[in-house]
């Protein structure tokens, strides 16, 4: 069975650690870190990764566009 | 056999990434506001559209004051209120180009209320982009023309109201009305799917003006966090429990005829 996996690759530096894209996710798979980054946001991350479709809800509600999203069909036995 | 995360983080499994017509300077605006969002949605437009090269955005007075800084195309920056002026000389001296303003509620509902419906009433052929947060939100919470009755700012920290200050300032349905629109809507950038609403509504204003028949107006409803005292995900929320009964989304003007 075919299945799609996601990911995303935040911009730790430009996150502003807002939070609009954790309830934006439809897999709950992203959340605010609890490390700070430069600038002493909290940014967002992927919790469970593996849980990612690659939807791109989150990137396109991303007010600084920080995230990018990957998706590939993965074959699962 | 499990998938590792590096096996899908690979250039050509790419989906979505930031368009490259917004330059690396990292917004200035406060975590959560929707400007950035909506600067992210036209230049995504323009990249779709092909006219990087033929695009003139006209920058306000307030907190996207800087979006010259941001989008990687030619601008102007206009004095308070005057960008549809600016813009109805631009558009008229370079009838080819694709001429948009971008404005806030405090620039285009307040000062600007004379260019605006003037513009509007003469049918110049460029898009606004209308930011609507019901405050000001750069010079520090002041109340605005389109503050909500009750609501909170600085200028009025009991509330807005009504008797003293009227009525919040609907401009979307006043311009409306005029001959000179074209093309009037409506929308928001809090969630995924309105985005995507928001961005075709974008689309339409391109293309509309493609065939100078009129101005076309996009109001975005918005958040201002730090002017609400909210954070970004409960300001999304008081925004679609007061602002959208009060400036509800969707198409006001639709031109009959036209097919894009």
Known sequence: MAKVRGAIVVDVEKCKGCGVCVPACPQDVIQLAKEVNGKGYHYAYMHVPEECTGCTNCAIVCPDGVITVYRVKAETV | ?260
């Open chain 2, 1 to 260: 056999m499990a998938m590792e995360i590096k096996d899908i983080i690979k250039p050509e499994n790419i989906v979505y990434r930031r368009t490259p017509l917004l330059t690396d300077k990292p917004l200035s605006y406060c975590p959560g506001c929707g400007h950035g969002t909506i600067h992210r949605l036209i230049m995504e437009v323009v990249e779709e559209m092909n006219i990087q090269d033929k695009t003139i955005g006209i920058a306000p007075v307030g907190c996207s004051v800087l979006a010259y800084e941001f989008m990687d195309i030619d601008m102007q920056q206009a004095a308070h209120g005057r960008a549809t002026a600016l813009a109805t000389a631009i558009k008229r001296l370079l009838p080819d180009r694709f001429v948009f303003t971008y404005q806030g509620d405090g620039d285009l509902a307040a000062i600007g209320t004379a260019e605006t419906i003037h513009a509007c009433n003469r049918g110049e052929n460029f898009i606004i982009f209308f930011v609507n947060n019901g405050i000001y939100g750069m010079t520090g919470g002041q109340m605005a023309p389109t503050t909500l009755p009750g609501m909170k700012a600085s200028t009025c920290p009991f509330g807005r109201d009504t008797k003293i200050m009227g009525n919040p300032l609907k401009i979307t349905e006043l311009v409306a009305q005029l001959q000179g629109t074209y093309y009037v809507t409506r929308q928001a950038v809090h969630t995924p799917n309105a985005v995507r609403k928001a961005k075709k509504a974008v689309r339409n204003a391109f293309e509309y003006s493609k065939h100078n028949k009129g101005l076309c107006f996009v109001e975005f409803v918005s958040n201002c966090n730090s002017g609400w005292k909210m954070n970004a995900v409960q300001a999304n929320k008081w925004m679609e429990e007061n602002m959208f009964p009060y400036y509800p989304l969707g198409d006001i003007k639709v031109p009959q005829s036209e097919k894009v």
